[in-house]
């Protein structure tokens, strides 16, 4: 597997509402998981690679991607939701 060179981003971003989870593979931008459609619902936004080749990627890979992806996405919703007092902070 490639998760060595898998690399997942959290942060925001003006055209989302909610967190985005950017996915690197070999430092180059992939793609993306959001959480726009609702409440743990996650959908997956492939990008073209700069030099507009195909990607080739096993399966087992982006699988693996977003998995990572929507888990740091749960986390930080988790504690998130700690901080404001909406579960009591319990994990």
Do not use: T
Request: aromatic share 8%.
């Amino acid at each position: 597997m490639r998760g060595e060179g898998l690399e997942i981003k959290v942060r925001s971003d003006v055209d989302y509402e909610e967190l985005i989870a950017e996915i690197y593979f070999d430092g180059e931008f992939f793609g993306l998981v959001s959480e726009e459609a609702g409440p743990r619902v996650f959908e997956l936004e492939v990008h073209p690679r700069k030099d507009g080749n195909p990607w080739k990627l096993k399966p087992a890979e982006v699988e693996e991607a977003i998995e990572a992806a929507v888990s740091r996405l749960v986390r930080i919703g988790r504690r998130d939701e700690g901080e404001e007092g909406g579960e009591g902070g319990e994990a």
